[in-house]
């Protein structure tokens, strides 16, 4: 159990990993004028979001429902445990959304400034801490 609990945190990494840059990929994007810079932030965006965040987000849910395989319905009944597949799933919307963002920006449909993307970014990282905190303090 330990080698699966391993790698859910280092593909949860490799997921936030991508959900802290790509965001941060579209406020440079947002801010370019010339067109070999945009294109240049098109294909570094898709292999960041297909390449990277994608299959650590998939990764990093298989080896949660196998760990929750572990420990049986009584995880269900805990508090912070139920708060962090809330934050999860709003994870996952925000993925999915940062997907719908890079088809904008493919398309060069892009409705966004940078400040805007600058606050999107801030996002994973509220995640991020509020499920640590419910992980390791587990406080409810």
Not at 42 to 70: C, D, H, N, Q
Request: glycine share 6%; proline share 3%.
């Amino acid at each position: 159990m330990l080698y699966i609990k391993a790698f859910h945190i280092v593909f949860m990494v490799t997921w936030f990993a991508g959900l802290f840059y790509l965001p941060r990929l579209y406020v440079y994007h947002a801010m370019s004028d010339d067109q070999i810079s945009k294109d240049r932030f098109k294909v570094m965006e898709r292999k960041l979001y297909f390449g990277i965040a994608t299959p650590g987000a998939i990764l990093t849910i298989i080896f949660g429902f196998w760990l929750m395989s572990y420990f049986g319905n009584g995880l269900f009944s805990s508090g912070w445990f139920m708060s962090k597949l809330v934050l999860v799933g709003l994870l996952v919307v925000y993925h999915i959304w940062c997907g719908k963002l890079l088809i904008d920006f493919k398309h060069d449909r892009n409705q966004h400034s940078h400040i805007w993307y600058r606050w999107f970014n801030e996002a994973p990282v509220i995640a991020l801490i509020a499920i640590v905190i419910l992980v390791v303090v587990k406080p409810f």
